[in-house]
Every structure is written in structure tokens, then in C-alpha cells.
């Protein structure tokens, strides 16, 4: 009777086996044709299918804004969640070639969360250094778990790039942020199969 059930209607995976799911599938691309790792437009193509579905770009982005978030227009907003996205995602394919020989193994969910939350550690293991050592944070949003910040030894990525972000805002704005990170992912960026993004005020 449960195998006859809809696919939609099976309880969705929890978060370690959701990143377990999504590496597993990445890493089977790879395995089959590892030639597609010189290859940076069927990379992108890749994370765009593979990677991108399970992070909550809104989040995130509010999060890296701060304060500045909510100074910000909804116009101002969208476009900051596209091209922060097209800045992490350049910066994905520019390194990942260095992890062709890495594995990964994803621990035991961490206690003491609250529902609807929770921290995901790895251990990244390199053939010619140390294992690395990443945390996954994640929430559930419509029952869906997805990733809204990653820190790799201790370093955040919210709080890397809010830093610096902030200091952009003081300097020339968020209009002077939004036109910096456009010109940086303009070098790089193909033509952008927008994720929709709901147009909600916060």
C-alpha cells in the first residue's frame, strides 16, 4: 500500500539525508564524467539543479543585509537575493576543481535544536591535507529542509560576507553595493535562469 503512494506524498527526508542525497547525486555526475569539472557552464548547470533548490537564498540574503535588510526596497531586495546567489554560485565554480578528491561524511544531526531547525556537521577529507571540518544550518520551510547559512572551520558564511557587504553600504549604499556585485558577476555570468522570488515585505 505505501509503495503504491505518490512520491509527495512519503515523508520528506530529513536534513542529513537530504545532503547526503544531493552530494551523492553530485558526486555520481562526476564519477561517470569527470570531465565536467573543467567544464564551468554544465557545472552550472549542475549546482542550478542540484545545489541551488536546497538553500534559502531570502534567508540567507536577509541575514547577510542585517540591519540594512529592512532600509532596503522590495526591488532592492530581489535584486540583491539574484546577484548574491550569482556570486556564491561563481564562486562555487571557481573552486571546485580542487575537490576532486575529497570525500565527504555528514554526522549525526547536532542535539538540542528547536523544532524545524538544525545544525548538520561534515568532515571533508582531503588527500593531501587535513579534514575539513563544515557546519550546515537548516530550517524547514513548507516542510521542505533547506540550507540558510554554512560555516567551514568556525568561519560563517553570513557573517564573512556580511562584514563586508556593510562596509560597501556605509562606503556608497545599497544601490552602490547592488552595482558592485553586478559588475563582479558579469565576468562570469551566463544567462541567468532566474529562481522565482516571492515578493513578500519583511
Known amino acids: 500500500m505505501l509503495a503504491g503512494m505518490p512520491l509527495q ?6 536534513p542529513v539525508e537530504l ?10 555526475i562526476v564519477r561517470q564524467d569527470p570531465d ?4 564551468p557552464a ?14 534559502d537564498f531570502r534567508t540567507l540574503s ?25 556570486l ?19 554526522l549525526p544531526l547536532r542535539p538540542g535544536q528547536p523544532d524545524g531547525r538544525a545544525l548538520v556537521g561534515a568532515e571533508i577529507s582531503q588527500p593531501n591535507g587535513p579534514p575539513i571540518h563544515a557546519e550546515f544550518r537548516m530550517h524547514q520551510v513548507a516542510a521542505q529542509w533547506l540550507i540558510y547559512d554554512v560555516a567551514v572551520e568556525g568561519i560563517s ?9 556593510s562596509r560597501e553600504i556605509s562606503n556608497n ?27 513578500q515585505q519583511e
Open 9 to 14: 506524498l512519503r515523508a520528506d527526508p530529513g
Open 19 to 28: 545532503l547526503q542525497t544531493v552530494t551523492g547525486q553530485v558526486l555520481e
Open 36 to 39: 565536467i569539472l573543467g567544464d
Open 42 to 55: 554544465r557545472l552550472r548547470v549542475i549546482a542550478r539543479e542540484y545545489i541551488l533548490p536546497h538553500i
Open 62 to 86: 536577509r541575514w547577510v543585509l542585517g540591519k540594512h535588510w529592512r532600509r532596503a526596497t522590495q526591488e532592492q531586495r530581489n535584486r540583491f537575493i539574484v546577484q548574491f546567489r550569482e
Open 88 to 106: 556564491l554560485l561563481n564562486s562555487y565554480l571557481r573552486s571546485v576543481t580542487g575537490y576532486r578528491d575529497n570525500t565527504v561524511q555528514f
Open 157 to 165: 558564511l553570513v557573517a564573512t560576507h556580511r562584514s563586508s557587504f
Open 173 to 199: 549604499g545599497i544601490a552602490g553595493l547592488l552595482s558592485r556585485l553586478e559588475e563582479m558577476n558579469a565576468v562570469d555570468q551566463e544567462t541567468v535562469v532566474e529562481v522565482p522570488v516571492t515578493a
